[in-house]
């Protein structure tokens, strides 16, 4: 099969690392793959650095312009974003070829007339979650659920070192996160929760991994006030921030919506054990006794759980236990490519495409 993966963002976070992920497995399984993204961004840099074919655009119209004149050329269409499932559907028309979206979010869509028009021309419609396919399921589509998928990361501990000492980190106990600063993820409530327990304890620091958002402001200002300089540091965006996992004794999410969240995978394959919000996926994922979940916007629960992992030694050891089979049996990688390879083989028969 020759293969287009459309992914126009301009960041990496969990989407493009998946996008990359499905790029290697169908190249590894002898397909044909290239890359429609954003140029200059990240995700094209990496793929081109990795040998594949990539086509950079600026924007939509370069994105619909490259459809309409060379999609025809392509066996299967995949969208791994909300943005490009626009203008691969909208394109079909011209190019012909089946549209598969694999869709990395749980929100509602409500009323949104746009959002169901361009669902509805999709071929193959994936899912990583029950929570990313309840709604579809509500508009009475019938989403498969591939799941996200991880690798071992390959740890730096020149790396881990260096981010040790730039924010004084030796000889204290790390909680920590990976989030964007928005409101999705919540970080007020992580805050909260971090003052609770600095309430009772001083063996620990937490870091925040990430930034850039409509509540970085408000989020800093609350450690402001509440007096958490010292104690709740954001790191900003980092490189490499896998390897950061093997640095921290707890890792800890505070999201309201979430219909996975890879970095749990990340620190359940370090055997870092997770105390989380139920939102969305990471119900899921922690299900079974695999972590700590707390209600949304209960940090109470947060910090009891936190100082739990800290304190409760027996009780960690056995959650990383099962979080580790979970995520090497549920999030293998190869696994997922084949997945996705049965599935395009099978849409391509049914349409009669091949």
């Given amino acids: 099969m020759r293969i287009l993966q459309l992914n126009f963002e301009r960041g990496w976070r969990g989407g493009e690392r998946q996008t990359m992920y499905c790029m290697r497995q169908f190249r590894e399984a002898g397909h044909d793959v290239a890359l429609l993204a954003r140029r200059a961004g990240r995700l094209a840099q990496v793929a081109r650095a990795e040998g594949f074919e990539v086509v950079e655009k600026d924007g939509p119209a370069g994105q619909i312009a490259y459809l309409l004149a060379a999609g025809g050329g392509y066996d299967v269409i995949h969208a791994q974003t909300a943005n490009t499932i626009t203008w691969a559907a909208l394109t079909r028309w011209r190019h012909r070829r089946p549209v598969v979206f694999s869709r990395r979010t749980d929100f509602r869509v409500g009323h949104d007339a746009r959002t169901r028009f361009k669902w509805r021309r999709v071929d193959l419609f994936v899912a990583i979650s029950e929570s990313a396919a309840a709604e579809p399921r509500r508009l009475g589509l019938d989403p498969v659920i591939i799941r996200s998928a991880i690798e071992p990361a390959v740890i730096d501990p020149a790396r881990v070192a260096r981010f040790l000492d730039e924010f004084g980190l030796r000889g204290k106990r790390v909680i920590g996160t990976s989030a964007a600063l928005i409101g999705d993820k919540d970080p007020l409530t992580m805050i909260r929760a971090v003052h609770r327990l600095a309430r009772e304890r001083d063996d620990f620091v937490f870091v925040h991994l990430?930034?850039?958002?409509?509540?970085?402001?408000?989020?800093?200002?609350?450690?402001?006030?509440?007096?958490?300089?010292?104690?709740?540091?954001?790191?900003?965006?980092?490189?490499?921030?896998?390897?950061?996992?093997?640095?921290?004794?707890?890792?800890?999410?505070?999201?309201?919506?979430?219909?996975?969240?890879?970095?749990?995978?990340?620190?359940?394959?370090?055997?870092?054990?997770?105390?989380?919000?139920?939102?969305?996926?990471?119900?899921?994922?922690?299900?079974?006794?695999?972590?700590?979940?707390?209600?949304?916007?209960?940090?109470?629960?947060?910090?009891?759980?936190?100082?739990?992992?800290?304190?409760?030694?027996?009780?960690?050891?056995?959650?990383?236990?099962?979080?580790?089979?979970?995520?090497?049996?549920?999030?293998?990688?190869?696994?997922?490519?084949?997945?996705?390879?049965?599935?395009?083989?099978?849409?391509?028969?049914?349409?009669?495409?091949?």
Avoid: I, W
């Fill in 210 to 354: 990430g930034g850039g958002g409509n509540a970085q402001q408000a989020a800093q200002a609350l450690v402001d006030e509440l007096g958490l300089r010292d104690r709740y540091l954001f790191a900003g965006f980092q490189d490499d921030v896998e390897s950061l996992y093997s640095a921290m004794d707890v890792f800890a999410m505070s999201s309201v919506e979430e219909a996975l969240g890879s970095s749990v995978l990340d620190a359940f394959l370090q055997r870092v054990p997770v105390v989380s919000t139920d939102a969305g996926g990471l119900k899921e994922s922690l299900a079974d006794d695999r972590g700590v979940l707390c209600r949304t916007g209960d940090y109470d629960a947060l910090a009891s759980g936190m100082r739990r992992m800290l304190d409760d030694a027996g009780f960690r050891d056995a959650v990383v236990a099962r979080a580790y089979d979970y995520v090497r049996r549920e999030h293998d990688v190869v696994e997922m490519g084949r997945r996705y390879l049965d599935h395009f083989q099978r849409l391509l028969r049914v349409l009669s495409f091949s």
